[in-house]
């Protein structure tokens, strides 16, 4: 019944930017927290931003003051902005979102994922 429905990837130079949407279904405050993840070809799926309800956000190591997780909540929108994109960045980028049922239950939702690539 939830759906995240994502746009924006594709083919950008090394140095250029893109900018991810998320679109969830209802309101994104139904959930904890709504973050993106990637993965590259034969490594692990990988967090790379992550926004809560409450605003705090966080950043894996590799994108900080580079990338920017925002939300439009009129349009229950997630974003991704990304700048200075290196070939590393390269992975399909998937949204995510996360709802604590209880303690030690959660529930996650995910998009079906956006490939970007990074190549001259």
């Known amino acids: 019944q939830v759906q995240l429905v994502e746009s924006g990837g594709g083919l950008v130079q090394p140095g250029g930017s893109l900018r991810l949407s998320c679109a969830v279904s209802?309101?994104?405050?139904?959930?904890?927290?709504m973050g993106w993840y990637r993965q590259a070809p034969g490594k692990k799926r990988e967090l790379v931003a992550r926004?809560?309800?409450?605003?705090?956000?966080n950043y894996a190591d590799s994108v900080k003051g580079r990338f920017t997780i925002s939300r439009d909540n009129a349009k229950n929108t997630v974003y991704l902005q990304m700048n200075s994109l290196k070939p590393e960045d390269t992975a399909v980028y998937f949204c995510?979102?996360?709802?604590?049922?209880?303690?030690?239950?959660?529930?996650?939702?995910w998009g079906q994922g956006t490939q970007v690539t990074v190549s001259s």
């Open positions: 995510n979102a996360h709802r604590s049922v209880s303690v030690g239950l959660e529930d996650d939702y």
């Open positions: 209802g309101s994104i405050f139904r959930f904890y927290a």
């Open positions: 926004i809560t309800t409450s605003g705090t956000t």
